[in-house]
């Protein structure tokens, strides 16, 4: 399996909102609070030693993902061809169970009850994304998430993690391998606001 | 929940509302009645003394009827207001596929439970012709044959009859509810704690000790508060019960103080735990929980002893009556503080802050 997942710099993000807006639109989601994915801005200090970094959040797809280990019904896969974990909600019978047991606040309910959260744009449209064929065979499915599509500063990316080590800082690439269970995500440190303004942005 | 900008990513979705709170009380209600009204029974059978099998067996009885109630009304809860597919929930046998799951392990400990519960029921109550208005569901399904004509009560006192296994069999047969009780109950506190890591108030260790302790303090307050209600003080051994419920008490006390301590002690997110429980919280922890729930009982309790050291209780009707009234008031406020308790550990869930 080549996992796939997420590449996120907060040096670069400027908490536009546009990922968000975007998995919003494509995945056809309308329904009050529930967000896949969400900008979340993290504060440090006091004024006017005081920072803030923008962070964009969703499902990061676990190795070893703590809802699917929760779930009574079997109802979140982690797929064997692309380790993006998945929802059918067919089998969810909304105990929330796994909202709690997922620490980054990745799954929703909406007003029919059932889990839902970020598959990854898995058949690029509205839907649990369940079943859908492994991102390298198919071709709806290998359109670029609409989060990182519509990022405008280039701090989000997606694809095969081997592949985003590769394009990544040593720190990120270091940080990610330190744990074998957790979120399918290369993330680069933040190194505070001054980064923003970096001529890549 | 947070005062001042900490650089850490504070996630406050809460997704579980007051219906679960009311879930866990009603299934820990249950669970402690259902052992309250087993240790009655067992009383009663290792008892020489006549005086004594009357009131025991109406303990019984109010502790099998007050479970069941509580089972179903915990299960309305759960599945009426909670559930975003109850009718698919009851697929249980077929789709709850992962038994390593908490949810999985306590629905059929549930479901077991309830089904030696509704024998038990069937037995104390449709069996012979038992006296105590703990008895009431036969008043009722005596109504209902007679005005309506359709023979309920005979068909149930008949296969209560058919079913009974003897009273040894039967004491045996409550000997594994109340174990299933016990099970039910510590299963939701390690269904909360499966989770622990991201909500740090559901202490993986301290959450099941704690939901033990309360359950079966408020089961036994609520099993004995309603027979002394219902059918007096006299032969219910209650000055014995409410000395057992201050044991259990004194037990929950013990665990809480370690609960609080270990939130105060911990990471960021089991501090703000104990922030949120303590202060914003505070007036439902301190006032509910602590004062209502745990000293009030207590304090009662040390007052009736002392009464009744002193003077014979049962000399005038007006004594017992005030006696009366005055553990149904303490048993009520330990109910209360069960409630208290439950509203908390849901309302204080937060998620375990991230760090950037």
Redesign the interface.
């Known amino acids: 399996m080549s996992q796939w997942g997420f590449y996120f710099d907060?040096d670069k993000c400027i908490g536009c909102h546009a990922c968000s807006q975007a998995c919003t639109v494509r995945n056809d989601i309308d329904e009050g609070d529930v967000t896949w994915r969400r900008v979340?801005h993290?504060?440090?200090?006091?004024f006017p030693d005081?920072e803030?970094?923008s962070?964009s959040?969703g499902c990061y797809h676990c190795a070893e993902p703590?809802c699917r280990?929760?779930?009574?019904?079997?109802a979140l896969e982690k797929r064997a061809e692309d380790g993006i974990v998945t929802i059918e909600q067919d089998?969810?019978?909304?105990?929330?169970?796994c909202?709690?047991?997922?620490?980054?606040?990745a799954i929703q309910?909406g007003e029919?009850?059932?889990?839902q959260k970020c598959h990854g744009c898995l058949g690029s449209g509205a839907g649990d994304g369940h079943g859908s064929p492994p991102r390298e065979e198919s071709e709806t499915a290998r359109e670029t998430p609409a989060c990182v599509d519509n990022c405008v500063t280039g701090a989000l990316d997606s694809g095969p993690i081997n592949e985003l080590l590769r394009g990544a800082s040593t720190a990120a690439a270091e940080e990610f391998r330190s744990d074998d269970g957790g979120p399918a995500v290369v993330l680069e440190p933040?190194t505070g606001t001054e980064g923003v303004s970096g001529d890549d942005g | 929940m947070m005062d001042s900008p900490d650089g850490l990513v504070w996630l406050t979705q809460q997704e579980y509302g007051w219906y679960i709170a009311a879930y866990l009380f009603f299934s820990g209600l249950a669970g402690g009645a259902y052992v309250t009204g087993f240790a009655a029974d067992v009383l009663r059978v290792r008892s020489t003394d006549p005086a004594v099998d009357r009131p025991m067996y109406s303990i019984t009885r109010w502790g099998t009827v007050l479970a069941l109630g509580a089972v179903g009304a915990g299960m309305v809860f759960l599945l009426v207001f909670h559930l975003g597919a109850p009718v698919r929930a009851l697929l249980f046998p077929i789709l709850f596929v992962n038994v390593g799951s908490w949810l999985v392990i306590g629905t059929w400990i549930i479901v077991l439970f309830s089904a030696v519960a509704t024998l038990q029921g069937l037995w104390v109550v449709w069996h012979e012709n038992p006296a105590g208005r703990a008895a009431f569901p036969r008043v009722v399904t005596s109504r209902i044959e007679n005005r309506f004509d359709v023979p309920v009560d005979s068909w149930l006192a008949r296969v209560a009859s058919r079913t009974h296994p003897g009273p040894r069999r039967r004491l045996l047969c409550s000997g594994v509810g109340s174990a299933l009780a016990l099970s039910m109950i510590a299963y939701t506190g390690f269904k909360l704690g499966d989770v622990s890591a991201t909500v740090p108030l559901w202490d993986g260790t301290l959450l099941p000790a704690l939901f033990l302790a309360s359950a079966l303090s408020i089961g036994l307050a609520a099993t004995v508060g309603v027979t002394v209600l219902f059918d007096g003080v006299e032969g219910t051994n209650v000055t014995a019960f409410s000395v057992a419920d201050d044991v259990v008490i004194l037990g929950e006390i013990a665990v809480l103080a370690l609960f609080l301590t270990t939130l105060a002690s911990g990471g960021p997110g089991a501090v703000s735990a104990f922030g949120l429980l303590t202060e914003e919280y505070g007036l439902v922890f301190w006032g509910g929980v602590v004062t209502v729930g745990l000293a009030l009982p207590l304090a009662i309790s040390v007052g009736l002893i002392a009464l009744e050291r002193r003077v014979d209780v049962h000399a005038s009707d007006r004594l017992r009556r005030l006696v009366r009234g005055t553990y149904t008031l303490k048993f009520g406020f330990v109910v209360l503080g069960g409630v208290a308790l439950r509203y908390l550990i849901i309302a204080a869930a937060y998620n375990a802050p991230l760090s950037t």
């Open positions: 907060p979340e993290v504060g440090e200090g006091t005081y803030e970094i962070i959040m703590e280990d929760v779930c009574p019904t079997h089998r969810c019978i909304g105990c929330n169970y909202s709690y047991a997922c620490p980054y606040g309910f029919d009850g059932l889990a933040a």
